[in-house]
């Protein structure tokens, strides 16, 4: 099982969170690092001192390319949802049956994970 981070994921992070650090921890304790996609760090990153929290945290998660491939796919995802949130459907494309996705836009991206025919766990930040 894996763990993917949404948006909500990072801002928590960043937020110093003590759930979702303890989320994180676990996740690379078990040996199977977090994932999340450039996008997905893109809608949080700003840079600077103030993100030294998210800085750290980044540095144990597996961020994967929004590369050709994922975004046709997120395409093709976003046509069977009738929704529009590209970085969304990318993260529902990463996990896997029986991976958990952390997110706090649980009713767009349970539209997507439907339409993946994934079965995938929404959980809150």
Request: charged share 20%; net charge negative.
């Amino acid at each position: 099982m894996s763990l993917v981070l949404d948006t909500g994921a990072l801002i928590a992070l960043e937020r110093n969170e003590r759930q979702m650090w303890v989320r994180l921890k676990a996740a690379q304790l078990g040996g199977d690092l977090p994932m999340t996609h450039a996008g997905v760090l893109g809608q949080v990153w700003r840079g600077g001192p103030r993100q030294a929290r998210l800085s750290q945290a980044v540095a144990g998660i597996d961020v994967r390319p929004l590369n050709e491939h994922l975004g046709k796919e997120a395409g093709q995802l976003l046509g069977a949802a009738g929704t529009s949130d590209v970085i969304g459907a990318a993260v529902i494309l990463l996990g896997q049956d029986g991976d958990d996705i952390v997110t706090s836009d649980h009713d767009d991206l349970e539209r997507l994970a439907n339409a993946s025919g994934r079965h995938i766990e929404l959980i809150h930040p």
